[in-house]
């Protein structure tokens, strides 16, 4: 059995309050990461300390608020050592083409892709410093494929992989490798608030392997590849949906 050892390592983790990012969060502490993680509102510092411990730094960030990112972004910059950033914060607003809204586009595109790729220019130069880096964006498999009404979010998860891409080359010689994975359906506790039954079992209907994935499922990959243990894949965008984009 291969055991992930995080201890030494600082992680940065966007989006760790709920769902797939808390259980991201979760999976790296218990691999002995010392964690810096966000969420958008201040009150939920005292959850999340609960959560992870008193030595986790918690700094809340609205990704949609310009003045809200920057303060992030010079509280993270004054970071000396950042060994992990795990980009999974993110919002969707699904909707028909000709009622997007150009306030819809901005706020999915600025929390979506823009806030990825100021992350990113603000850890680089603490991996850099050091000669090593892992860089996980959390795309999703409208990334892949799409459907109606995603327009907005598919575009943004397509940049995504875009960035991942182009960063994941021009970052190799730092030895900071780059990747994305591409969660399916999840079953998320706001999964589980907000589709019905019926919901649920026609989504389970259409995957192969009949069933949605746990969040630990997609933690296992992106720990994996934010892992001392991968050294050879970068620039890559992991679909992880049981099936789903292939039928």
């Given at each position: 059995m291969i055991t992930l050892d995080f201890r030494d390592n600082i992680a940065l983790v966007t989006g760790a309050s709920h769902g797939i990012g808390k259980q991201i969060a979760m999976d790296l502490l218990n691999g002995g990461a010392r964690l810096i993680v966000t969420a958008v509102h201040p009150w939920e510092e005292s959850?999340?300390?609960?959560?992870?411990?008193?030595?986790?730094?918690?700094?809340?960030?609205?990704?949609?608020?310009?003045?809200?990112?920057?303060?992030?972004?010079?509280?993270?910059?004054?970071?000396?050592?950042?060994?992990?950033?795990?980009?999974?914060?993110?919002?969707?607003?699904?909707?028909?083409?000709?009622?997007?809204?150009?306030?819809?586009?901005?706020?999915?595109?600025?929390?979506?892709?823009?806030?990825?790729?100021?992350?990113?220019?603000?850890?680089?130069?603490?991996?850099?410093?050091h000669h090593y880096g892992r860089i996980v964006n959390i795309a999703s498999i409208w990334a892949h494929i799409t459907m109606t009404e995603r327009m907005t979010y598919t575009s943004t998860k397509f940049g995504l992989r875009g960035l991942t891409i182009s960063a994941a080359t021009e970052l190799a010689e730092d030895n900071i490798l780059v990747n994305a994975v591409s969660p399916g359906f999840t079953l998320t506790d706001m999964v589980k608030k907000n589709f019905s039954t019926a919901k649920r079992k026609a989504l389970e209907k259409a995957i192969p392997l009949g069933r949605l994935a746990e969040p630990v499922e997609i933690s296992r990959l992106v720990s994996f590849l934010a892992s001392s243990i991968n050294t050879y894949i970068t620039g890559q965008s992991i679909v992880i949906d049981g099936g789903y984009s292939i039928v």
């Open positions: 959850a999340i300390i609960d959560r992870f411990g008193k030595e986790t730094c918690f700094i809340p960030v609205d990704f949609s608020s310009l003045e809200s990112t920057r303060e992030f972004l010079e509280k993270i910059g004054e970071f000396e050592k950042i060994d992990i950033c795990i980009n999974n914060a993110g919002i969707s607003r699904p909707g028909p083409l000709e009622e997007t809204t150009m306030e819809d586009w901005n706020v999915i595109h600025d929390v979506n892709l823009k806030a990825p790729f100021l992350v990113m220019q603000a850890v680089v130069g603490a991996m850099k410093r």
